[in-house]
């Protein structure tokens, strides 16, 4: 039984800052985006929806199971995966969740995580997944960060946004909500929000993991 939330993964930006698509960065030798879905498996039934949108075709020649996930749902170490088109990447991040949203059941619930952050420890990914309100943000050092947890009333809302208007953002669709509809769980992985889309930032990261005695994907 599916009955604990889809992650999804946004990878349909341009990394322009970045110079080349962070979800292809090498992490210990695999894709990053790989390695995200992998820190998901701890997850009874795990699913992972991933929005793809530039640089497409350089997923597919790096990993190219990503083209017959696609069509059909592929199992990646315990997980299964699915691969959803933006065709439309230039209007942004909420486009292509708008695009994977489509594509999710109705009455499931979703965590949503940018590619550029860390998927956090078990600890607080689970802490995130119990709560249980509308909306629920991760909290660390006084800092809101992802992934951030949204109920079937909240993200089905988000599919009527017109694309071409400012408010076309999850952040802005969030403040519009009623604050008692919002929790902000406090954790202690601060990985929540880093924001990792230049190469130093990357590196930085590699190197904290590296030298990290008590971090548990």
Partial sequence: MNDLPILILLAGGKSARMGSPKGLLDYNGIPWILEQITRYNHIKNPRVYIGLGYDLQKYFDVIPWFKKAIDDPYNYNGVEVRVIINGMPEFGAFSTLQKVLKKVEKHTEVIVQPIDVPLPSEQSLTAIINEN?????????????????????????????????????????????????????????????????????????????????????
């Fill in 133 to 217: 309100n509308t909306i629920v943000i991760p909290k660390c050092n006084g800092k809101n960060g992802h992934p951030v947890k949204l109920k079937p009333k909240f993200w089905s809302v988000l599919l009527s946004i017109d694309l071409f208007v400012k408010d076309a953002r999850l952040d802005t669709q969030i403040r519009k909500i009623n604050t008692s509809s919002v929790t902000y769980i406090k954790v202690l992985d601060n990985s929540v929000y880093q924001n990792i889309n230049t190469k130093e930032k990357w590196n930085n990261y590699l190197n904290i993991i590296k030298h990290s005695n008590n971090f548990k994907p």
